[in-house]
RNA sequence: GCGAGCAUCGUCUAACGGUUAAGACAUCGGUUUGUGGUACCGAGAAUCAGGGUUCAAUUCCCUGUGCCCGCCCCA
């Protein structure tokens, strides 16, 4: 193809591109999206809302919700205070799949559940495979474990992992249908020394993003002997006060008495407050384990409580389980995270017996959390050279240079699809970035830059080979400014 | 699953039942086209949907939908 032909070419496309149909097109989607996605939910009638193919609904299902760029210096500093923490605590990191064949969590949390009872995402694969998006992480963590046979690995295997959940529930504030956790779990060790050292983990974790206001509440449930002498004593309390429960606890006799005790409803609580508490039918080996956690606890010095009424909605916990609360000014708590021990579960799916516990933390609360104490976020570093282009010619060697200065570790940002200078400056102001380099027709016919300091306004112009290290130079010589910007952030991460 | 509240430009707000549906912020463009923060000018951008009452509905009523909050439960 001739030189001249690809030229008319070129033309042709921007003459194309010129006429902004574009813009307008992508406008009008908008509004017919908009306007579509009302008439569609009017005209449904009960809760199946026809799908009709051309339409999009511009909004995410219930409950789901976008993480937008203002929110995600939050999410980065929880990350790296998740993947800090866990280094230091020697927990690696692993991902599961959001898909588990539904059984996978059925029978780890348990029927009678409210999780997996009306909470699950479960639905079938084209192959007929029943199939769930996981409503916690501990599951899989679990199933990966035995799968690939980490049992011969050397205890404790601490594992930890973040990733969204699902949950089916009805959405208000700090609950959301798909959410994030990040999740510890430490496999093989019996000793209480590890419960103490996750919720000393937990503590951390919360007081290293700047939320100071948390407390503790543990308690221990017992293995499953004395459990279960433990639970046919409720049962026959309950049973005997069964006229004073509520509709549903009345039904969770049947299918999990335990619960009970977490009832909210007046007359439950009143119930439940003389019934016969877990702690007091330990038998001696989860008595000890259960004090002997305490004192490591009394040890760090870290809020608890012993809450004997606190259960955790899944059933495979044994003695230990513990909640992660925040207290806000008004008073109002706030629960950030929970876990326990899960001694029994390991096997349950068909591993070998593996004494295990671990712990979630809710991360959208936790971002909830530091927004509201006003705790540090962290933003990256940020471009201090703005790149600004004249002329078709500069425009065509803009992308070098602007790869060229990236090559060699200088952030640039730039704005190459505006056409003044003007405006392009108006953008590096907004930037705020301390020098703009500018490549004008002449410029890029001489194979030079202008360097225009922003603070001063006085340029210079540099031959494009010499242009890095004067950029390097300059950006030096204002270290004072960004040297004390990286400790900034680096305490941060703390 | 149950209950309450709310619904206007991208965001925040305004409009006795009668307005070309207003303003601010944000966005984009411009102020003689090669120089930024201010200022000035301009542009685009909304009444959730359907039905009813009415001469007239953003406004009143009903239904639906959505959002949000509380309960249950959880993170």
Redesign the pocket.
């Known amino acids: 193809m001739s030189q001249k032909k690809v030229k008319l070419l070129k033309k042709q496309i921007l003459k194309k591109m010129d006429k902004k149909t574009t813009k307008v097109k992508a ?1 009008k989607a ?2 017919v999206a ?2 579509s ?11 199946i ?1 026809p799908q009709v193919e051309e339409e999009i609904l511009m ?7 976008d993480l937008l760029p203002g929110d995600q210096p939050y999410w980065d500093q929880l990350r790296r205070v998740v993947s800090r923490m866990a280094l230091e605590y020697g927990f690696q990191r692993i991902d599961t799949p959001a898909v588990e064949y539904a059984n996978l969590f059925i029978r780890s949390i348990g029927g009678g ?3 997996v009872d ?2 699950m995402y479960i639905f079938n694969s084209k192959g007929g495979d029943k199939l769930s998006l996981r ?2 992480l501990t599951a899989g963590i679990v199933r990966a474990y035995i799968q690939h046979g980490m049992n011969v690995l050397s205890k404790p295997v601490k594992l930890f992992s973040i990733g969204p ?1 699902y ?1 089916y ?9 798909e ?1 994030f ?1 990040a999740n510890f779990d430490a496999f093989g060790e019996q000793d209480p020394i590890l419960d103490a050292q996750l919720i000393q983990l937990a503590h951390r974790v919360v007081t290293s993003l700047g939320i100071k206001n948390v407390q503790f509440q543990i308690n221990s449930l017992g293995c499953p002997k004395c459990r279960k002498e433990y639970q046919e004593l409720l049962v026959a309390y309950f049973e005997s006060k069964k006229q004073k429960l509520c509709l ?2 009345k039904r ?1 006799l049947e299918t999990n008495p335990l ?2 005790l ?4 007046d007359k ?1 609580i009143q119930v439940a407050e003389l019934a016969p508490q877990s702690v007091d039918r330990l038998c001696p080996d989860c008595r000890v384990h259960f004090k002997n956690i305490l004192e490591y606890l009394d040890e760090l010095d870290l809020p608890y409580v012993i809450n004997p009424r606190l ?4 059933s495979y916990y044994s003695k230990t389980v513990f ?2 609360w925040s207290n806000d000014e008004d008073g ?8 326990g021990r899960y001694d029994y579960l390991v096997e349950q799916l068909g591993g070998e017996h593996t004494p295990a516990i671990g ?7 936790l971002v909830a959390e530091m927004k509201r104490v006003h705790a540090k976020s962290y933003t990256g570093p940020k471009p201090k050279v703005f790149l600004a282009q ?2 078709d010619l ?1 425009k065509k060697k803009s992308l070098r240079i602007f790869a060229e200065l990236q090559k060699n570790g200088i952030l640039v940002a730039e ?1 190459f ?14 930037v ?2 301390e020098i ?1 380099l ?7 016919l001489d194979e030079t830059v ?1 360097i ?8 210079e112009t540099v031959t494009n080979e010499k242009l890095v290290n004067a950029v390097k130079k300059i950006l030096k010589n204002n270290v004072v400014i960004s040297h004390s910007d990286e400790l900034k952030i680096k305490e941060d991460g703390e």
């Open positions: 406008a908008v509004i908009k306007k996605l009302k008439p569609v939910a009017g005209k449904a009638k009960g809760k809302r909004q995410p299902p219930r409950g789901m919700r559940t409210d999780i009306k909470e409503p916690e959940v949950r529930d009805r959405p208000q504030e700090g609950r959301y249908r959410h956790q549903n606890c969770r619960r009970i977490d009832c909210k409803e439950c259960v955790r909605g899944l909640e992660i109002k708590k706030h629960s950030l995270g929970g876990g712990f979630g933390l809710g991360l959208d609360r004249l002329g500069a704005s699809g505006r056409g003044s200078l003007k405006s392009q400056l108006r953008v590096a102001d907004r705020g970035v703009t500018i490549i004008g027709q002449k410029e890029a202008i225009k300091d922003m603070t001063s306004g006085t340029q």
